[in-house]
């Protein structure tokens, strides 16, 4: 009698585990489907790096274009249709003298996807994206800037033949017109992402 009693109360215990089981999985699942509408990917393209920075990066003292942020882009890893998102956020003197802002695929005498001069503001933005085009030494690019006297405008289009297969470095630069003025990059951040 006291066999089947036990073999009851295991039986019951067991049934009781199983049913744990799958409740967990399903809260697991239910869990994870969240976690997923929350990150930032779009339809074909899933997220599989981010980068950001909000310490101010200041240019002053030189004329000579330079890296403001840089990020290395691991070969391969954008695939022949992936995309890279990039934004960046700048105050600087407010004055006559140009100031120019760019990016540069694969480092600072890399390819300009996007120049941007202007004066007599005291800060402006840019965001865009960098598309692969069915090869990973393809891109296009679209950028678009705003200043703080000035709406949103659409930089013209441009398109880079950086072989995306080796390692590239993306970057941020900054020039100034007279060594005196001040071009800092407040924050910025880049978002790499692969075609599904």
Same mark, same amino acid.
């Given at each position: 009698?006291?066999?089947?009693?036990?073999?009851? *109360?295991? *039986?019951?215990?067991?049934?009781?585990?199983?049913?744990?089981?799958?409740?967990?999985?399903?809260?697991?699942?239910?869990?994870?489907?969240?976690?997923?509408?929350?990150?930032?990917?779009?339809?074909?393209?899933?997220?599989?790096e981010?980068?950001?920075?909000?310490?101010?990066?200041?240019?002053?003292?030189t004329?000579? #274009?330079?890296?403001?942020?840089?990020?290395?882009?691991?070969?391969?890893?954008?695939?022949?249709?992936? #995309?890279? #998102?990039?934004?960046?956020?700048?105050?600087?003197?407010?004055?006559?003298?140009?100031?120019?802002?760019?990016?540069?695929l694969?480092?600072?005498?890399?390819?300009?996807?996007?120049?941007?001069?202007?004066?007599?503001?005291?800060?402006?933005?840019?965001?865009?994206?960098?598309?692969?085009?069915?090869?990973?030494?393809?891109?296009?690019?679209?950028?678009?800037t705003?200043?703080?006297?000035?709406?949103?405008?659409?930089?013209?289009?441009?398109?880079?033949?950086?072989?995306?297969?080796?390692d590239?470095v993306?970057?941020?630069?900054?020039?100034?017109?007279v060594?005196?003025?001040?071009?800092?990059? #407040?924050?910025?951040?880049?978002?790499?992402?692969?075609?599904?």
């Amino acid at each position: 009698m006291q066999t089947v009693l036990h073999a009851i *109360a295991w *039986a019951a215990f067991a049934g009781v585990l199983a049913l744990v089981a799958v409740q967990h999985r399903q809260i697991f699942a239910a869990t994870a489907q969240r976690l997923c509408s929350l990150s930032p990917n779009v339809s074909g393209l899933t997220l599989i790096e981010e980068f950001k920075s909000a310490v101010a990066a200041a240019l002053t003292g030189t004329t000579a #274009e330079t890296v403001l942020a840089s990020f290395n882009i691991p070969g391969g890893i954008l695939g022949a249709n992936g #995309e890279i #998102e990039i934004e960046g956020d700048f105050t600087e003197t407010n004055n006559a003298n140009a100031k120019t802002v760019q990016v540069r695929l694969g480092g600072l005498t890399g390819t300009s996807l996007l120049s941007h001069n202007t004066n007599t503001v005291a800060g402006r933005s840019f965001r865009g994206t960098i598309g692969l085009r069915n090869a990973a030494n393809s891109q296009r690019a679209r950028f678009y800037t705003a200043t703080d006297v000035a709406a949103l405008t659409s930089a013209a289009g441009t398109t880079g033949a950086v072989n995306l297969q080796n390692d590239t470095v993306i970057v941020i630069t900054g020039t100034l017109g007279v060594g005196t003025d001040t071009l800092t990059l #407040e924050k910025f951040k880049m978002r790499f992402y692969k075609a599904t």
